[in-house]
């Protein structure tokens, strides 16, 4: 039944009490400090972060940004957040910004530093005292709670608002948006401005190859839900203000989201106008903690604590999952999947919501542990972007999506056509299967060969297949016959650094990289008999793409790794989102949407290009409407 109103009460427990650790006053210790600014450096998420602390004798009076390049709306903000707890607090032991760790630690990195050029010890600052506070719980009452505010959680939220539901959406960290504030692009299939350029896929053909494709182990209805559907979200998304930007990506039909710095206040005025408009509330820094079930084991509402500790109880008719996933917990992914690369996406995304979600009777899929392995990345990319200007960093990251060199996994063998390297998804999985990295081999004649005319120089058949935002600030320089000057000193940088390894010959690159000895050697010699003769006869790689390697060293190994966007599934739902439990019967009032819903799309793991982002927006509209639908008794 509706609720006529959000209630509000607030209750303040003083028997119960939890302890809270606090930095000890800087002044309180009869430190001091020698007054004036201090410069420091952290190392952030997207590179190395300039800071300015300025000192009073006793105390932090300003901490100031100088440069950087964190991530627009989580990083930025992140540092933003630390600076107000630190100075606030004057203490370094303040936790850091769920979602944004690396960019917090840059900043206490970066403080402790200053703190020991201004003459004090940053240990100082490190001792934790005690302190009782009470607890204070806060009741409220909505007709859908939503856990979680990315794609999927605030087209949950709107729709479901749209139709009359007072909706309270709750997000852990401080920034709507999620993922898809990093993502590119999504998939509407067949959307109106895709007709209207010309541009229409066969619909049945697309559902059949599909499940085929992913060996009939997935929901049928579910397939064809989405990509019947998901031309609607296009258009629902253009009507509320978040315009997307067609392209035709070599005959996909992609849609480019909007600018990356606008997308975050776009999605809040979603809220705003459907949402809040509605008596609704939108709750940031609140992490939902577990399900409340009555009974009979139906879901009545969720339980969360702010970032003071404020404890939640909102009661709801309907819950909606909207949690990201569990990518970022290492733990979780190496033993559903056994993957070992690199967390892509948001630090944030621990698996909280299955665990909620599986506590109250929820069934685990049989495919559970899908990842969405998406890109290529070569370790060495960062460290040298701190050095080098961009094109000429990136050299180690270029090598590794074209298809001219030969690859091999970590114990040294050759594992695949490395023109698999064309396809983003092909290229990310065969490597994830040989183990957590990958060497890209480049000798000496090869490295002269970019040299002296760039990519052309060893017939890369088109530009590396990377996303446009790993080239944005070097897009001028991005073409086939740019020369790679500079391409030794980058190579022994990278070696340098311990992101790669070099060797005058074959065997003594095998001893550095770590890799058997007798296999390397063994799949090197045959793979330069396949390049004197033309003809692959282990992986059948085409004989245009068998560069010659020269006759002597050096020789370099590059190391590659995987980047992982993010969980699929984990959830199972029906068509309209309703989690099911061990007897795949749904649990009344639980639903769930985006990366927790879409393991019913897919076998084992993700394979796609913006399907991702477009079924986030898609379930999390057709999800948040069936659930207002039910609510409300609209059916």
Not at 193 to 219: C, P
Not at 235 to 244: A, I, V
Not at 613 to 623: D, K, N
Request: aromatic letters at 10%.
């Amino acid at each position: 039944m509706r609720r006529g109103y959000i209630g509000k009460i607030i209750l303040f427990t003083a028997a119960l009490s939890f302890a809270a650790l606090l930095l000890n006053s800087c002044g309180g210790d009869g430190v001091e400090f020698t007054p004036g600014t201090y410069t420091a450096q952290g190392e952030g998420r997207e590179g190395v972060v300039d800071f300015a602390v300025t000192f009073n004798k006793h105390k932090i009076t300003n901490i100031e940004v100088i440069k950087q390049s964190e991530t627009e709306g989580i990083g930025q903000k992140a540092l933003e957040t630390m600076k107000q707890r630190i100075i606030g607090a004057q203490t370094l032991a303040v936790d850091t910004v769920s979602g944004a760790t690396i960019s917090s630690n840059a900043m206490l990195d970066a403080v402790a530093s200053a703190i020991e050029q201004a003459g004090a010890d940053p240990r100082d600052f490190q001792r934790a005292v005690s302190e009782d506070k009470p607890v204070r719980t806060e009741k409220y009452e909505a007709d859908i709670l939503v856990i979680g505010a990315g794609a999927s959680g605030v087209s949950a939220a709107v729709a479901a608002a749209d139709l009359g539901a007072r909706v309270i959406i709750i997000e852990k960290t401080g920034t709507i948006g999620g993922a898809s504030n990093l993502s590119w692009a999504g998939k509407f299939f067949n959307s109106s401005v895709a007709l209207e350029k010309g541009l229409e896929v066969d619909e049945e053909k697309t559902i059949s190859d599909w499940i085929e494709n992913n060996h009939w182990r997935v929901n049928a209805a579910a397939v064809r839900q989405y990509v019947v559907k998901s031309k609607d979200t296009y258009d629902w998304l253009r009507e509320k203000g978040y315009g997307t930007i067609f392209l035709n990506f070599f005959g996909e039909q992609l849609h480019m989201l909007p600018a990356y710095d606008t997308r975050e206040g776009l999605l809040r005025n979603m809220l705003k106008d459907s949402v809040e408009s509605n008596g609704g509330m939108v709750l940031t820094n609140t992490t939902g903690k577990e399900l409340i079930t009555d009974s009979e084991g139906n879901v009545t509402g969720g339980v969360a604590f702010s970032e003071d500790g404020t404890r939640l109880e909102i009661s709801a008719s309907a819950v909606i999952i909207a949690t990201g996933g569990y990518a970022a917990n290492a733990d979780m992914v190496r033993e559903a999947f056994g993957f070992e690369g690199v967390n892509g996406g948001l630090g944030q995304n621990v698996g909280e919501g299955l665990e909620m979600a599986w506590a109250a009777g929820a069934k685990v899929p049989d495919n559970f542990g899908g990842q969405m392995l998406h890109q290529t990345l070569a370790r060495a990319t960062k460290k040298l972007r701190a050095r080098y200007e961009p094109f000429q960093a990136c050299y180690p990251l270029m090598i590794s999506y074209l298809p001219n060199f030969m690859n091999v996994g970590p114990d040294g063998a050759r594992f695949r056509d490395e023109t698999a390297t064309l396809t983003s998804v092909a290229a990310a999985n065969t490597s994830a299967f040989n183990g957590p990295f990958h060497y890209v081999i480049i000798s000496k004649a090869q490295m002269d060969a970019l040299k002296a005319s760039g990519m052309a120089g060893i017939h890369a058949p088109k530009l590396p297949g990377m996303p446009p935002e790993f080239y944005a600030d070097f897009r001028d320089q991005f073409t086939l016959d740019n020369p790679w000057v500079n391409i030794d000193t980058i190579f022994d940088a990278m070696v340098a650094n311990g992101d790669g390894y070099r060797g005058d010959t074959i065997e003594e690159l095998a001893e550095n990289a770590g890799m058997d000895r007798d296999i390397f050697v063994k799949n090197f010699r045959k793979y330069v008999e396949a390049i004197a003769s033309g003809v692959d006869s282990e992986f059948g790689k085409a004989g245009a793409f068998l560069e010659p390697m020269g006759e002597s060293g050096p020789y370099y190994a590059v190391k590659a790794e995987i980047n992982n966007l993010g969980s699929v599934g984990g959830l199972l739902v029906n068509t309209e989102f309703q989690v099911l439990d061990d007897n795949r019967i749904p649990i009344k009032g639980l639903y769930a949407v985006g990366l927790e819903s879409e393991g019913v799309l897919f076998n084992d793991t993700y394979v796609g290009n913006g399907v991702g982002i477009g079924y986030s927006f898609t379930s999390g509209r057709l999800g948040g409407a069936y659930s207002a639908e039910e609510v409300l008794n609209l059916k």
